[in-house]
Nanobody, 119 residues
Framework: QVQLVESGGGLVQAGGSLRLSCAASGRTFSTYAMGWFRQAPGKEREFVAGFRWTGGNTYYADSVKGRFTISRDNTKNTVYLQMNSLKPEDTAAYYC????????????WGQGTQVTVSS
């Protein structure tokens, strides 16, 4: 089992910044990848950013490239999402997720943290 706890969401004006955190615990030693997703009201959940645990390659949705940065602190088992130049269309609930080795999809999800960007 893996537990993921997100934090750092809030209300920010357009052009502002936020940093989300995702603290992982449990069976994280078999992590294959981690990612951030978001879901706005009435819309499907979408991929935002992610990386493979080994190799360090990072991936971003086109809509956030150049504005968002995913990073991790292995000593704290924590993944971050630095969000700069925020836009009202970034408003959503943000979730972190973990994919374990040997699986084909993200296996565990956090409870989500709300990000609201005002215009």
């Amino acid at each position: 089992q893996v537990q993921l706890v997100e934090s750092g969401g809030g209300l920010v004006q357009a052009g502002g910044s936020l940093r989300l955190s995702c603290a992982a615990s449990g069976r994280t030693f078999s992590t294959y990848a981690m990612g951030w997703f978001r879901q706005a009201p009435g819309k499907e959940r979408e991929f935002v950013a992610g990386f493979r645990w080994t190799g360090g390659n990072t991936y971003y949705a086109d809509s956030v490239k150049g504005r968002f940065t995913i990073s991790r602190d292995n000593t704290k088992n924590t993944v971050y999402l630095q969000m700069n130049s925020l836009k009202p269309e970034d408003t959503a609930a943000y979730y972190c997720a973990i994919r374990l080795s040997g699986t084909a999809s993200y296996d565990y999800w956090g409870q989500g943290t709300q990000v609201t960007v005002s215009s």
